[in-house]
Structures are given as structure tokens and as C-alpha cells.
């Protein structure tokens, strides 16, 4: 039987909870500050503020027009996981709204991340679904059954993207991690964490920003004085 036209895989085995906790205490903003893999263009907003989602990723591509594949494999989703969707590049037609989101929430998924737009941002917001994409569309896809990959290789946001990687998403952005670089991202996360809850202390304590960080060393060694 060809597959050249649907590409179906397996879901990808959980993340371990105990990481997926650990990594929802951190930011993305944080870990931006030393990994440099993985991070979806910041085109890529969460249509709801306030959401921090940790889980185990899933993946799905699906072409413009069509999202038979989507409504497809909504059925095998669950807990724990949030679905990351490839457009295949394109940025008009809305393949996530409403009736979407209710059964995606009917299935428990943590939450969904497009590399296009959404519609139906109301019934988004309505049903607090965590959600991320690159804006609102009023135009959106049909059930055209001409194909698209579940659980494949991914692009999103020009980020690489695996099924079993890990996501982080929150007011900032998404990140994707590998399974590999999971446990250094974590302890790494956590102790830049920890310094910079001690140096928001001494900045609230009166303390400049220049001076704790060292910039006004700089300048005042550029300046000769």
C-alpha cells in the first residue's frame, strides 16, 4: 500500500513527568539565554496570555487548503501530549478554530501550536485553550482528503521539530527540546533561574542594573575614566 499520500506513525513515547514538572517552573526566555536550538520565530504568539504548557509533542504537516488529516487524528491525541502542526508554508488559510478546540479539549490535549493562523479566537479564548500561532485568519482550510503526515518530521517556525521532543510554551514563545538535551537544558534552566531571583532582589533593593551586570565597567573603561 502506498503512503505517499498519508503518512501515519505511532505516538511518540511521554516525556517523564517529573521533567515535563521541572521544566514548567522554567521560561523560555531563560533558556534563550543559552540554547540555541529549537525556538519557534517569534511570529509565533499564544492567542491566549498567561499559558505555560510543558508536555510531550506530537506532530502533524498538513498542505494549505486541507485539513482532513487534522480532524483525523484528533481522535488519537490525549493527555500529556501538545500538538505541534506544519503548514507546509502556508500563512492564509486557518486550519484551527472552534470545533477544533472543542474536541481537542474533549481529548485532553495539553494544548496545540500552528505554523500558520488561527480562527475563532473567541471560542479559543471561551474554552481556555492554550493555544499558539502566527495571528488570526478569516479564511479558513476544507476537507479536501489530499493528505498530509501524523507524528513526521516537523518545521515549525523554522524550528526542526520531532514527535517525543519536549515543549515549552509560554508569553513568549515556543521551544522545542530535544529528548537528548532534556536533563543540561533543565539544570542549566534552574540554576540561571536561581540567580536571577537573587539578582531581582538586589535590583528591588536599589541596586543599578549597570553596576550588577557589569555594563557601567565597560563604558566607564571605554570613556577612560
Known amino acids: 500500500m502506498s503512503n505517499l499520500i498519508y503518512k501515519i506513525n505511532p505516538m511518540p513515547e511521554k516525556i517523564p513527568q517529573e521533567k515535563l514538572d521541572r521544566l514548567a517552573k522554567l521560561e523560555t526566555a531563560t533558556i534563550g539565554h543559552f540554547y540555541h536550538y529549537g525556538f519557534a520565530a ?42 505541534a502542526v506544519d503548514r507546509l508554508g ?3 488559510y486557518a486550519c484551527w478554530g472552534g470545533g477544533v478546540t472543542r474536541m481537542a479539549a474533549m481529548m485532553k490535549l495539553e494544548g496545540g501550536c500552528i505554523d500558520g493562523p488561527h480562527t475563532d479566537t473567541l471560542e479559543i479564548e471561551d474554552q481556555d485553550f ?6 488570526p485568519s478569516p479564511v479558513t482550510t476544507r476537507l479536501y482528503n489530499s493528505g498530509g503526515g501524523f507524528n513526521i518530521p516537523v518545521s515549525i517556525g523554522s524550528a526542526a521539530v520531532l514527535p517525543g521532543y519536549a515543549v515549552l510554551a509560554d508569553d513568549c514563545g515556543v521551544l522545542f527540546i530535544a529528548p537528548e538535551d532534556l536533563d543540561e537544558v533543565l539544570t542549566v534552566g534552574e540554576e540561571k533561574t536561581a540567580r536571577g531571583a537573587v539578582g531581582e532582589a538586589k535590583i528591588t533593593a536599589g541596586t543599578h542594573l549597570g553596576q550588577m551586570s557589569g555594563a557601567s565597567a565597560m563604558v566607564a573603561e571605554k570613556l577612560g575614566s
Not at 504548557?53 to 488529516?69: E, F, H, M, N, Y
Not at 492554550?130 to 495571528?135: A, D, E, K, L, N
Open 42 to 83: 517569534p511570529a509565533i504568539q499564544p492567542v491566549l496570555r498567561g499559558k505555560t504548557i510543558a508536555a510531550t509533542v506530537c506532530t502533524l504537516a498538513i498542505p494549505g487548503l486541507d485539513s482532513t488529516l487534522l480532524h483525523h487524528c484528533l481522535s488519537d491525541v490525549g493527555p500529556g501530549y501538545f500538538l
Open 130 to 135: 492554550p493555544m499558539w500561532s502566527r495571528g
Open 90 to 92: 502556508d500563512t492564509k
